[in-house]
Each structure stands twice: as structure tokens, then as C-alpha cells.
């Protein structure tokens, strides 16, 4: 391809980039340094409201923002340096509870609390979300053709529905008169309650997420497991090497890109864990990163919202992705440097 | 066929046309309407659309959508839905006119008792109160020989015996789901015992006997509720009421018409609804209204119909069809058994929502807050001051310090 050409097709997909990516992440960037607020005064204010029969007025002194001429609320921004970000990640008292060696005493500063199940749900989910998707793809592998079809149909079910659709049908399934919950108390004759505790939400949690998940790994698996030789496998069956040796040593380094490849994924979507709790309303017991933007960002019934606040928390947000992704990006760039990719 | 249906189209669309049938007069400007959405506002934007040109916009997420939709020029709503707290920031921004004038042309149907005035100003026009109260099983605390309960403590001893006697699952319920919904019972307890929210300069003033005892109480009722109360919105005890499975509920006056609703609850005629138990100084609940502003950013000629749009969908005939959905103010109103709860929380001086700029910031840090002394987490005082260092933070970030 000449290089005007090359040029004329990527410019507009560079445009929308840095219109609606690069540009309001620098926004975002810039708004966690500052912090922007109303101008308050203090008035006194007559107010009557209703009562059953008769109304009721008081009289009392109110903060309420100042307009301007226009009849529009005074904003100010002040730029504050780090202070957001230390208001966020309140580092005095997190290094008080650090030297106590206590988890609970972390949890109970939100972000540490946020950060803590983010990184866990993120470790936990992928080995399984990775074995899982192996599984049924060799399981389809091995099926005789006439029921190929229909299994990887139902297999990618739970991958088509809408997230919060999903979390919401688990929820009804395990909730205290749910069906589920039902039936096992049923059968264990005692009372369970899923929903009012840490661990057994976190659990939930976890268990939707890969059965949500499995399905992407297990069709982009799928997909390789057409492409390994058929000679090398059949000279490994010759050799001797059984069914097991045969996946370690030929299957799984071959699909070790795509693994890579569905691993890198299934990071950056699980580090914005944010469905699960909303849907399960776990946030008594256990929050997210995303969660905490997302509730900085919910005005309250005045309309007040902690925009700066919230940028401050999507930025360390975007930089724990980065981080838990590092390893295996350093691992595609040095395979891409090899020359393997 | 197709003839047909296509027939029964238009005979559809001209039936619709003609629907202000209920209307005294035939508006013909548009009017938006964006509310919240229970069967209040249902009645009410159903009684406004016979009116014609009315499009309603029913949501629960309204308080979100409305301070910017109503900032806009031309507004994008000509009438807005409010509560004693979500009218703060409209207030505040100025965003909705003064309907003095509009009163005295169109509102001969009024009482005064509906009109919110600030200032001495009519900024809103009020259709109905609302305040949470107790709602208890009539059929068992008799049989268990039970009072009515006063006081928490009075709640806390029948809960006890009808744990005891084991005829339901659990003896109490309520909207503890954390955040809003949690953060209002305690705002309800901590004012019921006499509690002050805010000091000098607004700083906050929760950390002390009122607020442990407040806590403590709402500690002790959570051991007789469903041991995921703290997912339980109103929504969900109002089920749990309905389907027997709790004897006794703190709940929204707006769901006690349901009780008594035969098609989705099986204790039809059972529930007595009593007023919100007494705290120290008064019931610890809060009162609340609900009612419509009109736009400031629209034309004269705009707020005028939707002004008299309103007043079509909050008159006596739409309270009359629907008696039961609310605690109305309107003329016409016939007070129901399902009302009297709300009516002795009132008569026995329960205070008005302290709504305002710093209090929204409190309810939000009092909902994140609370959760951690329920879980035990945390103790009654750690966790009062951290509320309070949270709010400290918000309130500065925000400049309200």
C-alpha cells in the first residue's frame, strides 16, 4: 500500500481517537488536579412545607450558592496539586493500618477496600476464566461433528447476555426467596443467607464472572485448536507421549499467544469490576474501583457530585490497569522481538 | 384484513386525539413533564395527559436528570416533579419562576397548605405528604397479646416475643439498603432523639450520645430483620409485608395503600398502621412532600399551560379515582385507614427533612457510612467520626466549609 493511502485510510479512525479518547482523558487528567466548587454564602431563609393540615415554616440560615449576573452559579476552580489524590488514597492512615499487619484495619479506608477485592477478583477470576475456556474447547474439540453446532451454540449463551442482565438473574436466583436459595435450604434444612456476607458476595461474584466469561476464552481457543498441526500430534502419538503430554508440550504452547491474548482481555475487563455490585447491591460489604468512581460521580438529592474526585479515581484506576497488565505486555513485546509474533 | 387493522388504526389515533375528554379546557402547547415514577405520579401525569400536547417522562433516576435539564435554555421540561429535598438544587440554581402570579389566575382550587412557599415566594406546588411509620401485623400482636408499639424499645419487645412464638420469618423489616435508603432511617432515629446534624460554620455534629444511640438502636432491629437487610429497599419490605413473611415494618406512607391491594397481597384488611415510634424528643421519622415546579427558562405562554396542565392532573377528580395511591393535600381527599399512620407520625410532631446543600452531602456519607457499624465492622463511635471525616472532606471539596 503507498503510504498517502495508508495515511487517508487511518486518519479518521486517529480523529475519533483523539477526540473522544485522548482528549477527554486529558480532561480527566487535568480535573484530578483541581478542584472546582460553588461559591457559597449564608442567607437566611423563610421555608413552608406542608404539614398533614397545616403548613409548617421555619426560618433558618442556609449555605446556598451565590449566582451571577446572568442567574448562573458561580463555579471556581483552584488547582491543589496532589491533594485529591491524597484525600482518595488517605496515605497517613494507610500506613497506620499497614504497620498493624491487620486487613480489616485497610478495609476500612474505601479505596484500600476497593483496591483489595479489585486485585483478588482480578487473580482469582483468570486462571479459572483461562482453564475453564481450555476445557470446553478441547471437550468441543473431541465432539463428533453433528453435535459441534448445537454445544458451541449453548456454550456461548451466557456470553451474549448483557452483563448486568446476567448479574441481576444470579441475584434473583440466590437472593433470600430466590429459587436457588430456596431449594438448598430445602435440602440443608437451615436458613441461608448469600447476600449478607463478604465472602459468600465475593464468591458469587466470582462465579458469575467466569461463567460470564468462559465462553470469549473458550471460542477464541477453539478457534486456535483448528490450527495446531495435525503431523506434530500425530508423530507425539507415535513417540509415545500420551493425551496429557500431548497438550503440554504441543497444544497449550501453541495457543500460548491467544491465552496471552484472552488473558490481557480479561484483566482490563475485570480490573472495572462494576456490574456485580451494582446488580448483587453489594456495596455494604464489598466495593470496586469502578463502583467508587461511579458513586463519587452520583449527584446526591442537592445535586451536589465529587467530579474532581472522581476523576482522581478513574486516573488511578487507568494506572492499575496498566500496571496488571504489564507483565504479560513485556511478554508479547519480547516474543514480538523474537520474531514468534 | 389489512383495511381493518388499518381502520382500527386511525379510529385508535382519533380516540386519542379526543382523550382530554377528563380536561376542562384544550391545551395546545407543548408541555414535558419529568417526574419520579411511583403510582402518585402515575395518577397524576395520566390526569395532566387528557389535557393533550402533554408528554410524561416517569423516572426514578429523575433527580439526576433534572438540575441540568432544567438549567438549560429552553429548559427541557416545562414541569418538573419534586420531593422536600430534590427541589434544593433547583432552588439553588434558580432554575424554576415563582408562580404567585399563576396561583392567583389558576389555582382558586388550592389549599394553602399545598403551596411551597420560600421567601414568602410560591416556588412549588405541593399534592402530597409523606413520612415513614410503623405497620404491623394486627392478627398477631393480638394473638401474642401485644400493644401497639410506642417506642423502639416497645418494637424491640414484641419483636422479641414474636420471634418467640416463631409465626413469621422474621418479626421486623425495613428499607435498610445501604446508602439512601439506610442514611434516611438513620437521619429519621438520630432527629427522633433530638439529634443537631450541623455546628458552627457546618461542620458536623454527629459523634455523641444522640448519634451512638441512634446506631445502637438500628443495630438491635437489624437482629429481628431478614439478614439481608442490608439489600432491602423499600420495594422489597413492602413484598416481604405482603407476603407474611414480617410482622411489623417501618415504611413509606406511599406503601400502605398496597397492603390492602387483594391482587398482589395476602393480608388484605390485616396491617394497622400505627405512627413512626417515638424517639427522645419526637417520632423518628421525617417528613416529606411531594409536587411539581415549573421551568424558568420557557416562555410565558409555556408555563402558563403547563401551569394549567397541572392543575388538571392534581384536581379533585384525579384524587377521588385515586384515593389510596397517596397522602393527598388536594381538595376531595378522604383520609383512609392507609393514611393514618402518616397522620399520627405528623399530629405527633414529626420535623420536616432538613433539606439543603450540606445535608445532601451528609445523606451521601451517612449512606456509605452506616453499613460498616451494621456489618461490625467498626464501633458505634469510629464510625461516626469517619462518617464525619467524610463528610468533612466532601463538604470542603464542595466549598460548604
Known sequence: MKKKDFYLFIVPSLLMMFLFIAVPLAIVFQQSFYITQNVFEDVEVETCTPGFLKQICETEIQTKPKLDANGNIINVSVFVGLENYKNLLQIEKFKKSLYSFSLSEIEKINFWKAFRFTVTFCLITLPLVISLGLLIAITVNNLTQSLKGPVIFISLLPFIITPIIGALAIRWLFVGEGILTSLIEYLLERDIALFASAWTLELLMVIYRVWHVAPFAFIVFYAGLQTVNKETLESAVIDGANRFERLRYIVIPHLMPLIIFVSLIHLMDSYRVFEEIVAFSSQAYVISLQWLTYDFLTPDDTGNRLINRASTSAMLTMIGVSVIILPLLKRTWADYREGNL | ?401
Open chain 2, 1 to 401: 384484513m389489512k383495511i381493518r387493522v388499518f381502520l382500527l388504526g386511525i379510529a385508535f389515533a382519533l380516540v386519542s386525539n379526543f382523550a382530554w375528554a377528563g380536561c376542562s379546557f384544550t391545551n395546545v402547547v407543548e408541555v414535558r413533564s419529568l417526574t419520579n415514577s411511583f403510582d402518585a405520579w402515575k395518577s397524576v401525569t395520566e390526569a395532566m395527559s387528557e389535557c393533550g400536547n402533554v408528554t410524561a417522562t416517569l423516572d426514578s433516576e429523575f433527580k439526576d436528570k433534572q438540575p441540568d435539564a432544567f438549567a438549560a435554555n429552553p429548559s427541557l421540561y416545562e414541569i418538573g416533579g419534586v420531593s422536600g429535598s430534590t427541589i434544593t438544587p433547583l432552588l439553588n440554581a434558580g432554575t424554576i419562576r415563582p408562580l404567585d402570579d399563576l396561583v392567583a389566575k389558576y389555582g382558586q382550587n388550592l389549599n394553602p397548605n399545598q403551596l411551597i412557599k420560600i421567601d414568602g415566594k410560591i416556588m412549588g406546588i405541593a399534592m402530597s405528604v409523606n413520612n415513614q411509620h410503623l405497620m404491623y401485623r394486627k392478627d398477631i400482636l393480638d394473638n401474642l397479646g401485644i400493644a401497639e408499639p410506642k417506642t423502639y424499645d416497645d418494637v424491640l419487645a414484641a419483636a422479641e416475643k414474636i420471634k418467640a412464638a416463631n409465626v413469621v420469618d422474621y418479626p421486623f423489616g425495613g428499607a435498610y439498603k445501604s446508602g439512601w435508603n439506610l442514611a434516611e432511617e438513620f437521619v429519621n432515629m438520630y432527629l427522633g432523639n433530638g439529634g443537631e446534624f450541623f455546628g458552627e460554620g457546618n461542620a458536623p455534629t454527629l459523634n455523641n450520645a444522640a448519634g451512638v444511640k441512634s446506631l445502637e438502636t438500628m443495630k438491635k432491629l437489624t437482629a429481628y430483620m431478614d439478614p439481608e437487610y442490608l439489600t432491602s429497599d423499600s420495594t422489597y419490605a413492602q413484598k416481604q409485608m405482603q407476603q407474611e413473611k414480617i410482622a411489623m415494618a417501618y415504611l413509606w406512607a406511599t406503601r400502605a395503600g398496597a397492603m390492602d391491594n387483594a391482587e398482589e397481597s395476602k393480608v388484605v384488611g390485616k396491617i394497622v398502621m400505627a405512627s413512626a415510634p417515638m424517639g427522645d424528643v419526637r417520632p423518628a421519622s421525617t417528613l416529606w412532600w411531594d409536587g411539581i415546579v415549573i421551568a424558568k427558562n420557557i416562555s410565558d405562554v409555556k408555563a402558563e399551560a403547563a401551569f394549567r396542565v397541572a392543575m388538571e392532573g392534581m384536581d379533585t377528580e384525579m384524587v377521588t379515582a385515586n384515593n389510596e395511591d397517596a397522602v393527598w393535600l388536594i381538595t376531595g381527599y378522604k383520609p383512609g385507614a392507609s393514611a393514618a399512620g402518616a397522620a399520627a407520625t405528623a399530629e405527633n410532631g414529626a420535623a420536616p427533612y432538613p433539606s439543603g446543600s450540606r445535608m445532601g452531602v451528609m445523606h451521601s456519607a451517612l449512606g456509605n457510612g452506616i453499613a460498616d457499624f451494621l456489618t461490625g465492622a467498626k464501633d458505634a463511635a469510629s464510625t461516626l467520626a469517619d462518617i464525619e471525616a467524610a463528610y468533612t472532606s466532601a463538604a470542603t471539596e464542595k466549598g460548604l466549609m
